[in-house]
């Protein structure tokens, strides 16, 4: 069993700053991929940001040079830092991990979401 615990969320004027944060717990053996997602009622739930477990990162178009994306393997956490927020960047933000429990069992692994809200 894996939970994945996230953090961070709220609202926010126009060209503010937001830190969210996730957390796993859990019987786990290995974080490989983690990522950040976020969905808008009515449209398709679409990747923000990912770092494998050896940092290498990956952003979005519309996020880049705004939004960082780091991870602490020690606590298994994951965070998304998000400067200079858009309206636009108002969504549901959702972790994502994909997580060996048992070798060579690994499976994928959501958190339960957390709103951000930008707006003036």
């Known amino acids: 069993q894996v939970q994945l615990v996230e953090s961070g969320g709220g609202l926010v004027q126009p060209g503010g700053s937001l830190r969210l944060s996730c957390a796993a717990s859990g019987s786990i053996f290995r974080i490989d991929m983690m990522g950040w997602y976020r969905q808008v009622p009515g449209k398709q739930r679409e990747l923000v940001a990912t770092i494998s477990s050896r940092g290498r990162t990956n952003y979005a178009d519309s996020v880049k040079g705004r939004f960082t994306i780091s991870r602490d393997n020690a606590q298994n956490t994951v965070y998304l830092q998000m400067n200079n927020l858009k309206p636009d960047d108002t969504a549901v933000y959702y972790c994502?991990?994909?997580?060996?429990?048992?070798?060579?069992?690994?499976?994928?692994?959501w958190g339960q979401g957390t709103q951000v809200t930008v707006s003036s």
């Open positions: 994502h991990a994909a997580i060996t429990t048992t070798q060579p069992r690994g499976d994928y692994y």
